[in-house]
């Protein structure tokens, strides 16, 4: 996973509420265990109305997604991570999102920011313009029109994000203390070690 500590950009000025996975990702899209090529799926039935802002030049590799309330409700895929994280999302702010969606997101190096709903409402209008900027170690999201708004998160989730950690990571960053356990272990109980021929 890759560190994540600021992102600055053009945001998709979104703003739909109650977006379920179905939306981000169609479910004949599951058939794939590749977290790669799902970006060209993502909100599949949305793109297809004119006009869309994720169709949108002006908005193509936008690393910001600004959504409305409830943001990946639905059904817990895994997948809808994926296809943001390939469609080239980093962020995803909005006012609430499903405790498995936002689980999903942080698994796969996508932060999730809650802000008010005025907070949103503001940023819709700058990303319709501005770059957005994120800073998760000062946790705020700012404007160059001097808007600065402060986010909570987790503090094992910013550890994580903030360090590219993921489930992996979070291993081999114990490997020395793994590595004097199985020494320990070798030591006292030799007939649990299994021995290499």
């Given at each position: ?7 600055e950009?053009r945001?998709?000025?979104f703003g739909m509420?109650?977006?379920?996975t179905d939306?981000?990702?169609p ?5 794939t265990?590749s977290r ?9 039935v949305?793109r ?6 994720f169709d949108d030049?002006?908005y193509?590799?936008s690393p ?5 309330d ?9 997948h809808a991570?994926?296809a943001?994280?390939d469609?080239g999302?980093?962020v ?5 999102f499903s405790?498995?969606?936002?689980g999903?997101?942080f698994k ?6 809650v802000?008010p709903?005025e907070a ?11 770059p957005?900027h994120v800073?998760?170690?000062h946790q705020?999201?700012t404007?160059?029109f ?11 989730r910013k550890?994580?994000l903030?360090?590219g950690?993921d489930?992996i990571?979070l291993?081999?960053?114990?490997r020395s203390?793994?590595?004097?356990y199985?020494?320990r272990l070798?030591a ?5 070690v299994p021995?290499?021929?």
């Open positions: 996973m890759e560190k994540l500590t600021e992102v950009g945001a998709y000025p509420k109650n977006v379920d939306i981000v990702i479910a004949h899209w599951l058939k265990i790669t090529g799902l970006g060209k799926g993502a909100f599949e949305l297809k109305e004119p006009g869309n802002v030049p002006e193509a590799g910001i997604l600004i959504a409305g409830n943001f990946g409700c639905g059904s817990s895929r895994e991570a994926w943001l994280a469609l999302i980093k995803v702010i909005a006012p609430s405790d498995i969606f936002s999903n997101a796969n190096g996508i932060l999730t920011v802000l709903q949103i409402d503001r940023l819709m209008e700058v990303a319709k313009s501005d957005i800073d998760l170690e705020t999201v404007t160059r001097q808007d600065r708004f402060a986010f909570e998160i987790d503090p094992f550890h994580c903030l360090g950690l489930e990571g291993t081999l960053d114990n203390e793994i590595d004097r199985e020494d070798a006292e109980k030799p007939w649990l021995t290499v021929a």
